[in-house]
């Protein structure tokens, strides 16, 4: 890290600063073409620059040292190092900011309540995304800086010491990479009168979040058909197993009881979530079972996508993690989805 340890920051005429190195971005904006540094910290300002510092509407350049301050750079360096865990790459700052980034893919977690505290310091912001959402290598994630060119080192430290009582602020928890099995329910598919169009679905969103499907069975609507395909798939060793179809509650819909016959201990069924009211999640021993609605076959983004990441990333969600869900949980049907770029599960 660089300190300035002369006098006071102080502002120069543009004409006097020939010579002297610039101690702070310049930016140029030009409306819906660019915005971006012109002039880059440390520049030595030539008689060539002066016209053009002019033209940015640049009167004075800051020249002198800090004293008993920390230049933005270094601040926005110093948070972002103490805020960051796993996961994450931070940018070297441009124009005082500092950008966080995606290393892995897995799902970002934001200390919220730490935030708050983090930007109540004066002077500091920190921005960042969602929390709890799927991110993809190279993702942008957050952004930091401090408000003035300079500033006292003593905010700067206070940020310090709210990022390691609360450490991390913002990190990455990666997907486990998980062997599923895939118990499809439904006489109609079981018969061959209908094509299998829920497992290929299914499929791919596991396939998407880093794991697979090793092994599907397809039965019919008996209860005891899908508790012997569960239990098969445990035996196999499956470290996940996803139910789908059969959630509602009409007569010939079994899945949930199914699923209670296997041995499952239900952590909820029923969630303030639309698409995606009649998901169910259990656990077999550590396995956690699925049971998914036929929404989620039909829509782009439903319950599957706001739940299964949690469990890959290692969360164990309780029936209070799912009471929260409704806030945000109705999902806006857009004609061009944006998920997880919107409101929905946030």
Avoid: W
């Amino acid at each position: 890290m660089k300190y300035y340890e002369k006098a006071k920051i102080k502002a120069v005429p543009v004409q006097d600063a020939v010579g002297k190195v610039l101690l702070h971005d310049i930016t140029q904006i030009v409306p819906d073409l660019f915005k971006g540094s012109s002039f880059r910290k440390g520049h030595i300002i030539t008689d060539a620059d002066v016209e053009a510092l002019l033209n940015l509407g640049k009167q004075n350049i800051y020249v002198a040292g800090l004293n008993g301050e920390v230049h933005e750079n270094d601040a926005a360096l110093r948070i972002a190092r103490a805020a960051m865990g796993n996961g994450i790459d931070i940018s070297m700052p441009k124009e005082g900011k500092v950008g966080f980034s995606a290393n892995t893919c897995g799902l970002l977690k934001v200390n919220v309540q730490a935030l708050e505290k983090l930007n109540g310091v004066e002077d500091v912001i920190f921005a960042t995304l969602h929390t709890d959402q799927p991110v993809e290598v190279g993702q942008e994630l957050a952004g930091t800086r401090v408000i003035p060119l300079s500033i006292d080192e003593k905010k700067v430290e206070e940020a310090e010491i709210l990022c390691k009582k609360y450490f991390p602020i913002i990190e990455i928890k990666p997907f486990a990479k998980l062997d599923v099995g895939l118990v499809v329910t439904g006489s109609e598919v079981f018969s061959g009168r209908i094509r299998d169009g829920f497992g290929p679905v299914v499929a791919k969103k596991f396939k998407d979040l880093g794991s697979n499907i090793t092994r599907k069975i397809i039965v019919s609507d008996e209860i005891s058909m899908t508790v012997s395909a569960i239990k098969d798939l445990l035996a196999e060793g499956a470290q996940m197993i996803a139910v789908t179809g059969g959630m509602s509650v009409d007569p010939d819909d079994l899945t949930p009881a199914a699923i209670r016959a296997a041995g499952g201990e239900i952590v909820f069924y029923g969630a303030p979530v639309l698409p995606g009211a009649m998901f169910m999640l259990a656990y077999i021993g550590t396995v956690p079972v699925i049971g998914l609605p036929g929404c989620v076959m039909y829509h782009r983004a439903s319950i599957f996508d706001l739940v299964v990441p949690k469990l890959l990333a290692g969360d164990t969600l309780k029936k209070t993690d799912i009471v929260k869900m409704g806030h945000g949980g109705f999902c806006a049907s857009c004609k061009e989805c944006r998920f997880p770029s919107c409101s929905f599960g946030k």
